[in-house]
């Protein structure tokens, strides 16, 4: 902490209150921390002058997460409000620094002084002109040298943001921009979980899945103060965020991936089917290729059954709070339909195997000739088996916590 700083601290008798006690709480700076005791006042200080030369009714919370190098007393000398966190981790000390806010916007920001929160002004600007959530972003307002690291700056933000976007169509240009401010009512709304770095990824996903108005301000990327190492951690961290990503997509994840392999298995198996395929005078396609086949449906079968799983449990368990195709799919499927269709294929399959295994009797089970009509018919009874007892694994998935499936009402989101 420079001696500027000190000096301030040191002239202050008192903190100024936040606000007149009897005028409501406008806006909430929560400012999460963790040993950031050289650059915490700086962030403090850029606010509550923000909130000053713009006459907003704010106030400044810090939600330590276990400092132990003189944060928490520079908070306190600087007027801010302390919220000790126990819990550690980025995302729960967001929860709890949010959970004690008095304002209907809450702004966050890091307690590195590599965010201005003298933009303040502006995302409340935006927010008095109707939106939920106001992103900064760095790479429309500018990143000063030194400020991120070349891998995060061309590399792990840029990805992340485009797999986001693909994902889940949010619009926003920088993801993992650690300044925003969004309204109590959206961020309650939300539900937001995670208790790491996924915070942030989260929450503007389920704001967007939620139709939230959301809208960006360029804002200047500084080097941070901390006078350490970073808390971030680029694999790791990086990792999770996209891990989040995928977790939270059952359609990339599993169901795109498992239908092109069932198809890609179904196109070997029916195009093997009537016999030996030649590529070339020396590259012959067979029955082990068909069996190639085989495995990729069954394969793929088996991802998109994990995917529904997926769907349906994140539905259920409030995770995912507004799936409107699969709440129409089990509005209109139920556990009858897949048993049906799965006693049917196993039928098919198993009367297909009776009829070669008759035929191979007849030939006193001499040479068998007919492998891929072996191959074939198992296929359908080994599909429709898996099919059975999936469709029973779905309806148990789909009636946690008073969340029904099939016969029954979707009745926490009537």
């Not at 190492?229 to 599993?254: E, Q, V, Y």
């Not at 507004?322 to 039928?347: I, T």
Request: one cysteine or more; a positive charge.
């Amino acid at each position: 902490m420079t001696m500027d700083l000190e000096r301030r601290i040191a002239t202050r008798a008192t903190p100024r209150p936040e606000a007149n006690p009897a005028e409501a709480i406008e806006v909430s700076v929560v400012i999460p921390c963790l040993n950031e005791a050289n650059s915490l006042g700086f962030c403090i200080e850029k606010a509550r002058k923000s909130f000053e030369a713009s006459g907003i009714r704010g106030e400044v919370i810090v939600a330590d997460n276990g400092s132990t190098d003189g944060s928490l007393e520079v908070a306190e000398q600087c007027g801010a409000r302390v919220i000790r966190v126990s819990a550690r981790g980025y995302g729960n000390a967001l929860r709890a620094g949010i959970a004690a806010a008095r304002g209907r916007f809450i702004i966050m920001g890091d307690a590195d002084d590599s965010y201005d929160f003298s933009a303040v002004p502006q995302f409340v600007a935006k927010w008095r002109e109707g939106y939920d959530v106001v992103m900064g972003n760095r790479f429309r307002g500018g990143i000063e040298p030194g400020a991120m690291p070349w891998s995060h700056k061309y590399i792990g933000n840029p990805g992340l943001t485009a797999v986001m976007n693909l994902f889940f169509k949010t619009g926003i240009g920088d993801c993992l921009c650690g300044l925003r401010g969004f309204t109590r009512e959206i961020h309650d709304r939300i539900d937001v979980r995670t208790s790491g770095m996924e915070w942030g990824p989260e929450f503007v996903i389920k704001a967007a899945k939620a139709g939230a108005r959301m809208t960006e301000i360029p804002i200047v990327l500084w080097p941070d103060k901390r006078g350490r190492r970073p808390h971030l951690k680029t694999i790791s961290d990086g990792w999770r965020n996209l891990r989040f990503m995928l977790l939270f997509a059952p359609n990339w994840l599993f169901l795109l991936p498992g239908t092109i392999l069932m198809v890609l298995g179904l196109a070997i198996v029916f195009w093997l089917l009537p016999g030996q395929r030649h590529l070339t005078p020396r590259i012959i396609l067979d029955i082990h290729t068909m069996i190639f086949g085989m495995i990729f449906t069954l394969l793929g079968a088996q991802i998109i059954c994990i995917g529904f799983f997926a769907k349906v449990f994140s539905y259920a368990e409030r995770f995912d709070r507004n799936p409107v195709s699969l709440k129409r799919m089990l509005r209109r499927v139920k556990l009858e339909h897949g048993l049906l269709l799965g006693v049917f294929l196993a039928l098919v399959g198993f009367a297909g195997d009776a009829w070669v295994f008759a035929e191979w009797a007849r030939s006193d089970f001499g040479p068998l000739n007919q492998v891929r009509w072996v191959l074939f018919w198992s296929l359908w009874f080994f599909l429709g088996v898996q099919m059975i007892f999936s469709s029973f694994f779905l309806s148990m998935l789909g009636i946690s916590r008073d969340t029904y499936i099939g016969d029954y009402e979707l009745k926490r989101d009537e």
